[in-house]
């Protein structure tokens, strides 16, 4: 049981430069989610997909674009690098396991763009 | 929109003492979950802790606990007999209760506190 994980691990683009950051979990879990974090700050919400087929913005989704592929896969795309995408990226999924709704995360994308 | 704050950037605390981590959140709900994420150097995101708003009892896991006042909107973690594998960024997050509304699912995030383990 792998979890939630990601590829690749660590990339460098070049300014306006494309590539897509692919995530998939194992847990059957309905829930996706993408975050960004930068040095100094907390993780924040880039897009989300409640359920496969459904994906949303959250709080920085400017300069992404999202696909929930099937139930596991949840693909991170940037068109154009800018240098202020410089961070590194973490996917979660979350099931539906009440009393509590925890997110797992993968281990994260550390994305450079020169 | 929910905000999150952790008011101490670095935390340091001598091996087998208690240190607490401080977090408070702003939120006009009433129903919600509050977590705290240890990310250690290899930057996986582990949960520690979580709590539901609506229990009164805070919640404990092992040498982790939580003091939670829900009037003042603090949610403080406690280590008690500090190891030097609790040598961490610790986040504190927050999520809505509602989970047929748009913030389904959605974690807030506070900056995270660095903490030291001096042997």
């Known amino acids: 049981n792998a979890g939630v994980t990601q590829t690749p691990k660590f990339q460098v683009l070049k300014t306006g430069q494309s590539m897509t950051l692919q995530c998939a979990q194992d847990?059957?879990?309905?829930?996706m989610y993408w975050y960004r974090q930068d040095p100094g700050m907390g993780l924040r919400l880039i897009y989300y997909?409640?359920?496969?087929?459904?994906?949303d913005k959250g709080e920085v989704p400017n300069g992404y674009n999202v696909s929930r592929l099937n139930k596991r896969e949840f693909s991170l795309r940037l068109e154009s690098a800018a240098p202020s995408q410089t961070s590194v990226y973490f996917c979660a999924s979350q099931g539906q396991v009440l009393p509590i709704e925890t997110q797992y995360f993968g281990p994260g994308t550390r994305l450079l763009v020169l | 929109a929910q905000t999150v704050t952790q008011s101490q950037p670095e935390m340091s605390v001598q091996e087998a003492e208690t240190v607490t981590l401080s977090c408070t959140y702003d939120t006009s709900e009433s129903d919600y979950y509050l977590f705290w994420y240890k990310q250690p150097p290899s930057r996986q995101m582990i949960l520690v802790i979580r709590q539901e708003a609506y229990k009164q009892q805070n919640a404990t896991e092992n040498r982790f606990s939580v003091n939670f006042q829900k009037a003042a909107k603090s949610f403080s973690l406690k280590i008690s007999d500090s190891q030097l594998g609790d040598a961490a960024m610790y986040f504190c997050a927050y999520r809505d209760g509602n989970a047929g509304g748009t913030s389904y699912g959605k974690l807030t995030f506070g900056q995270g506190t660095i903490l030291t383990v001096h042997p």
């Open positions: 847990m059957n879990h309905n829930s």
């Open positions: 997909s409640a359920s496969e087929g459904t994906t």
